[in-house]
């Protein structure tokens, strides 16, 4: 199992930045995939931003050159550092892990989610 606790976010102006936080604890040597996850109101939840072993990462198309995922391996934590936010951004985001359960499954565990709004 991974437990994992989230902090950060809050109200900004459009234009502001935030930075989010995930401590991971458990199993943290079995995470494969770590990265944020978003869900706003009437929506599906949908990838953000994510950091795999090796160093890759991967982020949706709205917020790339915007948003930075980065990781501290060291202290079981990756944060998500979002600049230059848009009114469009608001929703609630979770921190996600990945586990492999087989060569082309993973488990995914979830933080309790954070509430990030930007005001226009």
């Known amino acids: 199992q991974v437990q994992l606790v989230e902090s950060g976010g809050g109200l900004v102006q459009a234009g502001g930045s935030l930075r989010l936080s995930c401590a991971a604890s458990?199993?943290?040597?079995?995470?494969?995939?770590k990265g944020w996850y978003r869900q706003a109101p009437g929506k599906e939840r949908e990838l953000v931003a994510v950091i795999i072993d090796g160093g890759m990462t991967n982020y949706a198309d709205s917020v790339k050159g915007r948003f930075t995922i980065s990781r501290d391996n060291a202290k079981n934590t990756w944060t998500l550092k979002m600049n230059s936010l848009e009114p469009e951004d608001t929703a609630v985001y979770y921190c996600?892990?990945?586990?492999?359960?087989?060569?082309?499954?993973?488990?995914?565990?979830w933080g309790q989610g954070t509430q990030v709004t930007v005001s226009s």
């Open positions: 996600n892990a990945k586990t492999p359960l087989t060569t082309t499954a993973a488990r995914n565990y």
């Open positions: 458990g199993r943290v040597f079995s995470i494969s995939a």
